[in-house]
């Protein structure tokens, strides 16, 4: 009753549904009376004995008889009428004479046609006798049968569109997205910003919207305009979707993440409607954070007429993104987080007062910061204590937090596949390797002979001595396992994030780049192709340090990269190089005096680096001794790209 009720209320509600069922019952009227007209008109044009077979054709199917019975009925002049349905071959009905009423089924008859068989015989015998031989229009299924047909008829194409629907339905659905973005609702996440270490300018960006989105109405009561949107832009893994995540956290919000491409679909118009739903959820969800990965992707606009249909609809996304938060009211409390790494792909229109304003930049973690990570990772898996988390974070410079947390994950299931109880420093240096040298221990190893093993023992134990002694960096590590394009390396860390580079660090350097190269002279009398690697990379740095680092006698305070092309002749060219090279001899003589004064240490490493392949920790010290550093008189700058290709030496 209740739900007729409401029914009726709802007829009463909308004024369209009566003129709908009224419209639906004339057109169903004015289709049975044309059938009916249709009918009468037809039945004017039959004979009397057509009428009559066709009224109740029952009585002669109800009396099944066989062809040769008719046949002979019709030589003894006994038929009165026979009748051939339509549609129906082979499917005859008679009466005799007498007034009996039956039907035969004549065999061999087709829908093509009924010729060679015995009706054949029945046509000649009409001729012959003379009894009416008609057409009628019998239907021969049984009532139930003929019942059956007709929900047949009716169901099946109700199913295919059925089943049409739903699946049109279904896919819609999934372009649209609503479950899918419903499923991307999180419980309201536990994360705090304390969870993210360092960023502390963005954490304090975000902490202003977290205010606005624990007490919204004391900023409406003022009439300060909400924040809308925050644009977090920082490489991959620098934690945006953690920041994001806090953020919603902190204010006890709900959150909401999808990625640029979740807009994109296959159906043209169905992108905008994921962002409609989507939009509709985040407010449904209220207070709540709609964090947007990869923004970029929709987040560049097409200009003019460049572009087809794509980008067309990547304009009509951006567009309803910025629509639904145009049309955010103040107590809305929804904050919509996006995240990129190509800030320079976002529309202008995003950026605008009331959208994405509020810009936070988040960038790779400093050394200390590194070291809290280390901590803080480790601390979240078994380990044994013994990594020195300060050494680790000064292997890892260039690095973001997502790679630390990768390396100490790394560690961690190699350690379970070993069956170690703990994880180990040595597990996470072993990953912090196969991290910054792309790969495992690689299988050339097996195809090193003895002679290359020593060659390579004494080209790292050369370079660590060098370094070390020079006062080129701390030396971290020494190994001599192949990874990746490295046969062995040498970690050198600088101890610290200095942009600065001092001209007697560089001249160290160039010196430790050499120092593997002078070892394998000194100890073996010939060089390999080992060095070539070294080699390349000491003549940049002596070309750079002569050409615009300022650390050239011929060229004073003038910077080569600051010469005009066209002054470039070949003597300014020649002049370098000539310099540089000097720069490089200056280095080798540096390591030639070294490494024979150091001759006994450098046996030693090298035949430690054979026995055990990888030397670190209070052991390598012990092996490289204590030196004091010279004091330096020149400063220079150098990116900090290049400090990082300067943190260790590789021999390829
Ligand atoms: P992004 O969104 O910038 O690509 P994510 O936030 O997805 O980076 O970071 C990936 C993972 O890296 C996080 O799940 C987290 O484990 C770790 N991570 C990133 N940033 C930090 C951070 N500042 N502090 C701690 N862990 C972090």
Request: net charge neutral; hydrophobic share 45%; charged share 20%.
């Amino acid at each position: 009753m209740t739900v007729l009720k409401k029914l009726i209320k709802r007829v009463r509600a909308n004024s369209r549904v009566p003129v709908a069922v009224l419209s639906l019952l004339f057109v169903v009227a004015g289709f049975a009376l044309l059938t009916q007209e249709a009918t009468r008109e037809s039945n004017s044009r039959k004979s009397p004995e057509m009428l009559e077979f066709e009224k109740s054709p029952d009585t002669w199917l109800a009396n099944q008889r066989n062809v040769s019975e008719l046949i002979k009925a019709a030589d003894a002049g006994q038929v009165a009428t026979v009748a051939l349905a339509n549609g129906h071959p082979g499917l005859v009905l008679y009466t005799l004479r007498n007034g009996a009423k039956a039907s035969v089924t004549v065999p061999g008859c087709t829908v093509i046609g009924c010729a060679g068989t015995a009706l054949d015989k029945i046509a000649e015998r009409s001729a012959a006798q003379g009894f009416a031989l008609v057409g009628v229009d019998v239907d021969p299924r049984t009532r139930s049968q003929h019942l059956l047909d007709l929900l047949g008829a009716i169901v099946s194409p109700l199913i295919i569109i059925a089943t049409m629907g739903i699946g049109f339905f279904v896919l819609m659905r999934l372009q649209t997205g609503v479950g899918g973005a419903a499923s991307t609702l999180s419980e309201r996440p536990g994360i705090k910003f304390d969870d993210a270490i360092g960023n502390d300018e963005a954490k304090a960006a975000l902490n202003r919207v977290k205010a606005f989105m624990s007490d919204p109405s004391s900023y409406v009561k003022l009439g300060a305009a909400a924040p809308r949107g925050v644009l977090l832009v920082g490489p991959p893994g620098t934690g945006k979707t953690l920041l994001a995540k806090a953020l919603a956290g902190e204010s006890k919000a709900n959150f909401i993440a999808v990625d640029g491409s979740y807009f994109t679909a296959t159906y043209y118009g169905a992108g905008v409607a994921k962002v409609k739903a989507l939009f509709k959820l985040a407010r449904n969800n209220a207070p709540c954070v709609l964090f947007i990965d990869e923004v970029d992707g929709i987040g560049k606009r097409s200009r003019g007429n460049e572009g087809g249909g794509a980008e067309s609809e990547m304009n009509r996304i951006i567009n309803r993104v910025l629509v639904e938060m145009d049309g955010f009211e103040a107590m809305d409390n929804v904050v919509v987080v996006a995240a990129t790494n190509h800030e320079n792909n976002i529309d202008e229109a995003m950026r605008r007062p009331g959208r994405f304003d509020m810009l936070v930049r988040l960038g790779k973690p400093t050394l200390p910061e590194r070291a809290r990570l280390f901590d803080l990772y480790l601390g979240k898996v078994t380990a044994d204590g013994s990594a020195d988390t300060a050494a680790l974070a000064r292997m890892t410079t260039g690095l973001t937090p997502a790679d630390i947390a990768n390396i100490v994950n790394k560690a961690a299931s190699s350690a379970a596949e070993q069956g170690a109880a703990k994880v180990t420093s040595d597990h996470v240096l072993r990953a912090i390797e196969t991290q910054l040298l792309g790969g495992e221990i690689s299988r050339v190893k097996d195809l090193l002979t003895e002679g290359t093993r020593v060659r390579l023992a004494y080209h790292e134990a050369g370079h660590a001595i060098i370094g070390h002694w020079t006062g080129a960096g701390l030396v971290e590590r020494v190994t001599i396992e192949p990874r990746g394009q490295a046969l062995g390396v040498t970690y050198m860390t600088r101890g610290t994030e200095d942009p600065l580079y001092k001209q007697n660090e560089l001249v160290s350097r160039l010196a430790m780049m050499l120092g593997g190269r002078e070892a394998e002279l000194l100890v073996l009398d010939s060089v390999s192709s080992g060095a070539s690697d070294d080699l390349k990379r000491a003549s940049e740095l002596a070309i750079e340090m002569v050409g615009s680092l300022g650390f050239s006698e011929t060229f004073g305070l003038l910077s080569v990269g600051g010469i005009p092309k066209e002054l470039l002749g070949p003597d300014i060219q020649a002049a370098v190089l000539r310099e540089a090279r000097v720069l490089l001899e200056q280095a080798q003589a540096t390591c030639r005096t070294l490494l024979s004064a150091q001759r006994a240490r450098l046996d030693t490493m090298a035949q430690a680096l054979l026995t055990c392949e990888v030397l670190q920790g209070a052991e390598l010290k012990e092996m490289l001794g204590e030196v004091g550093r010279v004091p330096v008189p020149h400063v220079a700058a150098i990116g900090r790209d290049q400090a990082l290709a300067l943190a260790f030496t590789r021999r390829v």
